[in-house]
């Protein structure tokens, strides 16, 4: 249990919210919480709350406080305020507008000096993407991508600004970090891998910065995707929005599609995103090209995550996405070499 969160500071909490919220004053008779089966970074729990009428309102919290980091995600996240900062701008300041179906905000407490940073969500589900045998739920989340990418990319510089932008620096710094690695040795089998990569890498950043851009999740694995309880095939609830940037749009697409998937199998999200995309913004786009263009995100995404994962002495992590590296280069070789 959180013991900065008492039970009476998140009734408070959630009273102050769903009075602002529903514009009239609300009383919560009942609190149970319920910390989930796992978390995988942040203290999260369930709250089972009823109102006064009996209305029942299932709840999600997550600190937000970085020191509420768990044991196993301590020296791989980052410990700023940064992270939870802008996921409570993303709830306020653009899902505030339009849900996208993201979860609900009912709440929330920013208060560092206090160490009370939280947010009180809707409950949206228990089962995630990740977890799910049906590869119908996996191209759900690859249409709702494709969705919310076009809908995002007509927001304006002001509505954006305060997130992360991939620019040029952007890219700059990701290739600093895999050339410092670089220089201080790897084995002959890695660096045989890196070397060229990089070369590619840095000779494509112009073409990175003319694809289609938008607000981007950052991390859209399908660990952060929920499948709505009660709901259709299609019901799928985004989550964890702390690295939400704008850039690429398809970088989205690359990270639900990276890992254990034949062709068929990623071809097929691929598939699924693009005719999405193309009914929401009324175009036609030529498959090889938007191929090619996976592969130039691709090659970014792989020696993003293995710069991360190296600073963090995470040697099967840097394997993993060394295993996603090579597949981008022999599969893109005609147009990114």
């Known amino acids: 249990m959180n013991t900065r969160w008492t039970t009476d500071l998140m009734r408070e909490t959630l009273q102050d919210g769903l009075a602002r919220l529903r514009g009239r004053p609300v009383r919560i008779s009942e609190l149970h919480r319920e910390p989930p089966p796992t978390t995988t970074s942040l203290w999260t729990e369930r709250l089972q709350v009823r109102l006064d009428g009996g209305e029942e309102l299932p709840v999600f919290f ?102 992360p932008r991939y620019d040029r620096a952007h890219y700059r710094r990701c290739a600093e970090r895999i050339e410092q690695r670089l220089a201080v040795g790897l084995s002959a089998a890695d660096k045989a891998v890196l070397e060229p990569a990089l070369e590619v890498f840095v000779s494509r950043v112009d073409e990175l ?25 299609e019901g799928v609830a985004v989550v964890d929005w702390e690295s939400a940037a ?53 090659l970014y995404l792989s020696l993003a995550w293995i710069g ?10 840097v394997a993993r996405w060394l295993t996603e590296l090579q597949k981008v280069v022999p599969d893109h070789s005609a147009s990114l070499s």
């Open 209 to 233: 910065l003319a694809l289609p851009q938008s607000l981007i999740h950052g991390e859209y694995f399908a660990k952060n995707i929920v499948l709505r309880d009660n709901s259709s095939i």
């Open 62 to 163: 997550k600190d937000l406080n970085p020191d509420s980091l768990i044991a196993a995600a301590r020296g791989i996240h980052v410990t700023s305020l940064e992270p939870g900062r802008r996921e409570l701008r993303m709830y306020r300041r653009i899902f505030a507008r339009q849900r996208f179906d993201t979860p609900k905000l009912y709440a929330w407490r920013w208060q560092p000096c206090r160490g009370l940073m939280g947010l009180f969500l809707e409950y949206a589900g228990s089962l995630k993407v990740r977890h799910s045998n049906n590869f119908t739920h996996w191209l759900a989340g690859a249409r709702w991508a494709a969705w919310f990418h076009s809908e995002t990319s007509r927001l304006s510089p002001r509505q954006t600004r305060f997130l």
């Open 246 to 298: 704008v850039g690429p749009s398809y970088l989205d697409l690359v990270s639900l599609s990276a890992g254990r998937w034949n062709t068929e199998r990623r071809e097929a999200l691929w598939h699924a995103y693009l005719d999405r995309y193309q009914a929401e913004n009324k175009l036609m786009l030529d498959w090889q090209r938007f191929r090619r263009d996976l592969g130039r995100v691709q």
């Open 308 to 317: 991360w994962w190296f600073e963090r002495g995470r040697e099967d992590q």
